[in-house]
């Protein structure tokens, strides 16, 4: 079973340019999480989809990133216009759906995109 | 006050070395994750522990739960083991939706050959 596939794994760009980070969560996860680890700091929540909807965007940091999931298959994370302080490590997490009664399933992580705004 | 406290923060070792990482939380979780962020800054996961024990090579994590306490530790350390290592709860139990993982900020690990 593939894993979660995040790319590109490194992206550098100048400050005000545009990027964007692709997340493809393991097919049949409904949920999918996007988290960012910023130099010397815990890695902060983002956003949660359940397939194309997203149902917790409360860790956006503001209104120059945005998150879509476009038939609930993969997601995309586009910074606009790039600040600075936007460089880190974005990775994203899928889970199955829970059903009550169902035991505990895990999640996957992806391995991250690099982000370096210069 | 962080709901989950790491710690050392950073830890240096000599080759060889046995290691241990200590993770606290705070709050009731559905399961402890170890992650493993190289210098790339790559996450990889390591383990998902719920209760007891787990070993991967020379990699072992054990969680206790009515301490609220899961310890990392790695055997005969080695320079490749150098990395950043993540403490991370699942709350879904706690929440339906949104942030369901609370993290540490990381231990800082360098193996020296």
């Known amino acids: 079973e593939a894993g979660v596939t995040q790319f590109p794994s490194h992206s550098v760009i100048e400050k005000g340019q545009t990027v964007t980070l692709r997340c493809d969560p393991i097919?049949?996860?409904?949920?999918l999480y996007w988290y960012r680890r910023v130099m010397g700091k815990e890695i902060k929540f983002l956003l949660h989809?359940?397939?194309?909807?997203?149902?917790?965007e409360s860790g956006m940091p503001n209104n120059r990133f945005l998150a879509e999931r476009t038939g609930g298959t993969y997601s995309t994370l586009k910074v606009q216009p790039a600040e600075l302080e936007d460089s880190g490590v974005y990775f994203c997490a899928s889970s199955a759906p829970r059903y009550p009664g169902q035991a505990d399933y895990g999640y996957t992580f992806g391995s991250g995109t690099r982000l370096t705004v210069v | 006050k962080n709901e989950v406290e790491q710690s050392p923060q950073n830890l240096t070792a000599q080759e060889g070395e046995f290691i241990t990482i200590n993770c606290s939380y705070s709050v009731g979780i559905s399961a402890l994750h170890w992650l493993q962020q190289h210098p790339g800054g790559g996450i990889v996961s390591l383990f998902m522990l719920s209760s007891g024990k787990k070993k991967h090579g020379r990699l072992i994590a054990t969680i206790n739960i009515q301490e609220k306490h899961s310890s990392l530790h790695i055997t005969a350390s080695h320079p490749r083991d150098s990395a950043v290592y993540i403490c991370a709860v699942d709350v879904r139990r706690l929440r339906r939706t949104g942030n369901q993982f609370y993290f540490g900020t990381g231990t800082s690990l360098t193996v020296i050959p």
């Open positions: 097919s049949g996860h409904d949920n």
């Open positions: 989809f359940v397939k194309e909807s997203k149902q917790d």
